[in-house]
């Protein structure tokens, strides 16, 4: 069993993560108010001191305790420690992430040294944004000076504390989201005051006001975590040490991309040149920003070359690179920019359509970029990649990268940098959770879409729908649509691109390219039915990829082309969702929501 220690942000995020196994785990809060929704989760509340947190992990049976805290909930990480080490219990922390320190930022190591900072900087006028709890902390500088501010929230109970710390009732401002500007503005103070409580604490508001009422901001520093914590930043890495701590939790692991593995092994590559020392991990950044550890397999200089060698861990993904070595080597350039080289097993892009020029390496756009982006943090010097994979020619034969015009090789992909395990069974029922959490959580309209990228479009139409209600499909829109059908989910949103659209417009529910694959003989059939043009007909018959639909044909011809392709995609899912409301949305190229149909 697992128990998470949470109320904030990152506690939430816990919960999504945990609540992905469908299993049972405990969720504890210090306050009623904190409610968070938990599918699987037993909810505690009223917090814990170190006796009674110990007793409860020992009756339980805790294996893992994850602390999803506030950063300056010092009592309860100290409680964490004694618990962890008298029942040798291993603790992961969900960190938050913390933004660098601008120049009108005054750092103070606790609040009494805030105190002497206000004192000594002169401020007279100072709105407080540390929370209730840390009026008395400031007292000796609130009770000599009548111009200073507090904001609350706006409770009963948090007004009462407040009043029990003897802080005057009139001088308590409430908070509303993103207000920190107009208080300011009204309250004209010569300073704020924060804690350091990074991104998800709302630290970069508060620095943004602050910088453009030009005063300056006294930030009290976070406290120093127990060195013991496993500190990760997102939901992946914590399902990661999840998997590690208490393996067996989720039924399926998950893994890295080969872009993931490629981009760690340019760091460290990188590093190895700049440091004349291989380092054993390293640390990247993922596109959602989360970062991952990975480890390193083996390290060689060679006459100014660095190779740098990672061994691609799928999860339980049968991905047909499981398991293979992904090397990068790199070397100074002569200029200041960033080359991809090809290196034997990786494949040449010889004809357009997947967003990388004719004549280059195989590397998709997301993978290019983020090592570029390492690169960047750690140099500005010009460096070429050269990354290979041994066997990656024969590797490549049991892909459609023949089909896709790629030769010699593999291709470096990966949207996300995280491989979701994709068995047909697990995946399925990971979707069957995913819906059933929903469900449990009153969510009765579902955004089902492809993954990731598709994803991050449709939230910008839907910004008020919470995470629960977005539901990957893959390629099982069929089984997606039928789970939906079975636990009577009034609405249902898909997001579909083109690729994917054309296939199940013919009657596909799988869209697998194991699977099927694009028939220009029953689009161009479709494009006929349509009313479209002759010449868009012969385009169709020229395509390599459905992507290249948005291109060539005309605008007159794709308006009635995507409208007859979308009527067909809904007679397909008609079979598996009839008792609710279906709207299927067409993503277009340019990351524009297309024509959508709505029965």
Known sequence: ?????????????????????????????????????????????????????????REKGIKLLVDAAHPFAT?????IVKTASELNIPVVRVERQYPELPPHA????????????????????????????????????????????????????SVQMALAQGFPQDRLVFYQTDNTAQLISYLNPDAIITKESGKSGGF????????KANIPMFVVKRPELPASFLCVIGEFTLRKEIERCVPGFFDQRIGFTTGAC????????????????APETVSISLPNSEIITIEVSNAFVDNGKVSVEVIKDAGDDPDVTNGSIIISTVSWADDTDIHFLQGKGVGKVTLPGIGVPVGEPAINPTPRSMMQNEIRKLTNRGVNITISVPGGEELALRTFNPKLGIVDGISIIGTLGIVRPFSSEAFIEAIRREVEVAKAIGIEHLIINSGAKSERMLKRFFPEFPPQAFVHYGNFIGETLKIAHELNINKVTMGIMIGKAVKLAEGHLNTHSKTVVMNKEFLKQLANDAGCSVAAQDAIMNMVLARELWQSLSAA????????????????????????????????????LSTNFTN
């Open 75 to 79: 009592q309860l990480h100290h409680n």
């Open 106 to 157: 005054i750092l103070c190591k606790d609040f009494e040294d805030a105190v002497l900072h206000l004192k000594q900087y002169g401020i007279k006028r100072l709105l407080a944004l540390t929370g209730v709890k840390t009026i008395s902390r400031l007292k000796e500088f609130w009770k000599e000076n009548d111009n200073c501010w507090f904001r609350v929230l706006n409770r009963e109970d």
């Open 1 to 57: 069993m697992i128990l998470i220690l949470g109320g904030t942000t990152e506690g939430r995020l816990a919960v999504r993560t945990l609540d992905q196994a469908a299993k049972p785990y405990y969720y504890s809060t210090l306050e009623q108010w904190q409610q968070v929704d938990c599918a699987h989760g037993i909810r505690l509340n009223g917090g814990m001191d170190e006796r009674q947190m110990i007793s409860f992990c």
């Open 557 to 592: 011809d794709l308006t009635l082309f995507k409208d007859k392709l979308l009527e067909c995609c809904y007679k397909t899912c008609q079979s598996c969702y009839s008792n609710g409301k279906l709207e299927i949305i067409l993503i277009e190229e340019n990351s524009n």
């Open 262 to 277: 490629a981009t760690a092994a340019t760091k460290a590559a990188v590093l190895t040149l700049l440091n004349g020392v």
């Open 204 to 211: 970069d508001e508060k620095s943004l006001a602050a910088q």
